[in-house]
């Protein structure tokens, strides 16, 4: 079956960076756009980045220029270079293989377990 791992976040004070990753298996990675949400309490997951199998990249407005989505088809791992870190990016953070028709990103229902990012001083 299909499994997302993702690596564990942590705390990080405003202004740190992190980086998350999330290793696939059980499907053919370089065939699937692979995506990140995150889900802040009492809120809705919402889509953070996603990266198409050519490495094109798309994402939310509120992470545009501090988040860098990435993979390594080789590696089967989707990356999340996290930099300028604020208090409203703590969230739990998951990993997400889907589809996309450019602009739009379509989640299946694979997803990792979640990992924790905290910012705060």
């Known amino acids: 079956q299909v499994q997302l791992v993702e690596s564990e976040g942590g705390l990080v004070q405003p202004g740190g960076s992190l980086r998350l990753s999330c290793t696939a298996s059980g499907l053919i990675f370089s065939l699937y756009v692979m995506a990140w949400y995150r889900q802040a309490p009492g809120q809705q997951r919402h889509l953070v980045a996603f990266v198409t199998n050519g490495g094109t990249t798309n994402y939310a407005d509120s992470v545009k220029g501090r988040f860098t989505i990435s993979r390594d088809n080789a590696k089967d791992t989707v990356y999340l270079q996290m930099d300028s870190l604020k208090p409203e990016d703590t969230a739990v953070y998951y990993c997400?293989?889907?589809?996309?028709?450019?602009?739009?990103?379509?989640?299946?229902?694979?997803w990792g377990q979640g990992t924790q990012v905290t910012v705060s001083s």
């Open positions: 997400n293989a889907g589809y996309s028709n450019s602009r739009n990103y379509y989640p299946y229902d694979f």
